[in-house]
């Protein structure tokens, strides 16, 4: 069988298959701590900075979380990293379920947060080692199983929240992460064969020819642009439970605007993965930004219930490609070997990003008393991505195509 045939074989669409399942788990942790935070602020009597805290503490741990696990799947392979990291979120939710103030639920939430990183960027990386002509639409999938996790699970839980509080909703989790996630990531015990990571790698390094950047400048250039991008999509995600509160909607409607706002990431992510294979992944990227730019700009005059709704899809739809069009970049243009390490990295920026605009867009609701400073803030945030991205599509040679 030859590499080509082998990268993209009913193989490597089963390891997909289990990788999406396990990630649909594996990723609550990031969106576990948006749906309680209203009860936690209630609980402690802190202000609204304070109860993002915890949402920035996960969003430290998962960004570093994305890197060291990313290292260590290049070593040790995806499943022992799976279970490990299974394990230690299992251990963070019990732990969090008895926390006594925000500091220690921020504390353990850092622990969560690491833990969940596993199910993040090593995944996407170790999953688009399988591909080669479909690996956007792979990587995209992948990806996926985060918004899904963030659809799913704050509408789920929502019931559980209202009526047992949100500490029950902590150990319920921690039951079901054993339970689901173990299990799957023993399916993936089976390593890539040294010559499709050699063919990749081939291709990669003539691609990476063509900027006349070099892989660490390429690696930097992107995580800027992830922080970016990433400081002003945190806005509407993190903080739209809390912005429904206080315009009197209550956190019920906040959690369906939360859903609707990732199942349109979730299309928008599919979207861009089948763009990523015809265009490639430095195009796809500077369509996203602009989009993510203009939903932005939408929430400034849309207070109204319909008019949120309807926002936070159109949100969903512009953004959700994003993210995992840099996992793509990186495995276009850099070497197969270190895939874990380099996807790991630049995810590791993006979500950087996402903690300092949860806790700035939280920040800047205290001095101002509403949210509408903190989305102009993330539309400049938006604007330095977009100079990036942009000057790196301006170097970036038309794509090689694929070679069998």
């Known amino acids: 069988m030859s590499v080509p045939i082998a990268l993209d074989s009913s193989a490597s669409w089963t390891r997909l298959a289990i990788a999406l399942l396990a ?5 609550v942790g990031m ?3 948006i749906l309680v935070m ?7 009597g802190t202000d609204r900075a304070a109860a993002a805290l915890p949402y920035t503490l ?4 998962f960004a570093l979380g994305n890197y060291q696990i990313g290292r260590a799947v290049d070593r040790f392979g995806m499943s022992a990293a799976l279970v490990a990291s299974a394990l230690l979120i299992a251990a963070g939710y019990a732990l969090a379920a008895a926390s006594g103030s925000v500091a220690a639920l921020s504390a353990v939430h850092f622990i969560i947060g690491f833990g969940s990183a596993a199910s993040f960027g090593p995944l996407i990386a170790d999953v688009s080692q399988w591909f080669l002509k479909r690996r956007g ?3 995209a999938f992948v990806a996926s199983s985060n918004y899904l996790s963030g659809a799913i699970w704050p509408v789920a839980l929502a019931g559980l929240l209202e009526s047992q509080g949100w500490r029950a909703v902590y150990l319920v989790l921690s039951l079901l992460t054993l339970a689901v996630v173990i299990p799957l990531a023993l399916l993936l015990r089976r390593r890539l064969p040294e010559d499709m990571a050699d063919h990749t790698t081939r291709i990669a390094a003539d691609r990476a020819a063509t900027t006349g950047l070099s892989p660490r400048a390429l690696q930097w250039l992107l995580a800027l642009a992830g922080v970016g991008c990433c400081v002003a999509m945190s806005m509407p995600q993190v903080h739209i439970v809390a912005y429904c509160v206080d315009l009197g909607f209550g956190a019920a409607i906040g959690a369906e ?8 990431g979730v299309a928008s992510r599919l979207v861009s993965g089948l763009l ?13 930004s602009v989009l993510q730019a ?7 005059p849309s207070a109204g219930l319909t008019s949120l709704y309807v926002v936070s899809l159109v949100f969903g739809l512009s953004q959700g490609g994003i993210v995992p069009s840099y996992a793509v970049i990186v495995r276009e243009y850099l070497p197969a070997k270190e895939a874990g390490a380099r996807v790991g990295f630049v995810m590791m920026a993006t979500l950087v990003g996402m903690a300092l605009g949860g806790w700035m867009s939280g920040w800047i609701y205290d001095l101002t008393g509403s949210y509408r400073m903190a989305f102009v803030n993330g539309i400049g945030w938006n604007l330095v991505n977009l100079a990036i991205v942009a000057w790196i599509f301006s170097r970036a040679r038309p794509r090689l195509s694929a070679r069998a």
């Not at 209203?38 to 402690?44: I, T, Y």
């Not at 996960?58 to 741990?61: I, Q, R």
């Not at 990523?276 to 996203?288: F, N, P, Q, S």
């Open 23 to 27: 990630g649909v788990v594996g990723n």
């Open 31 to 33: 969106w576990a701590v």
């Open 38 to 44: 209203p009860a936690v602020q209630a609980e402690f």
């Open 58 to 61: 996960t969003m430290a741990g």
């Open 137 to 139: 639409i792979a990587v």
């Open 257 to 264: 605007m939360l859903s609707l706002m990732l199942l349109g």
């Open 276 to 288: 990523a294979d015809m265009l490639g992944g430095v195009r796809t990227l500077l369509i996203g």
């Open 294 to 300: 203009v939903a932005l700009v939408l929430y400034l």
